[in-house]
C-alpha cells in the first residue's frame, strides 16, 4: 500500500490512486 504523500503525487484521482497501489 502506497503512503499518502505517494498518492498526493501520482493523483488524487481513481486512475491516480489505482496506480499507486500497483506502483507499491
Do not use: E, N, R
Not at 498526493?8 to 499507486?20: D, F, N, Q
Request: proline residues 4%; without cysteine.
Amino acid at each position: 500500500m502506497a503512503d499518502l504523500k505517494d498518492l498526493v503525487i501520482i493523483g488524487s484521482g481513481p486512475a491516480g490512486h489505482t496506480a499507486a497501489i500497483y506502483a507499491a
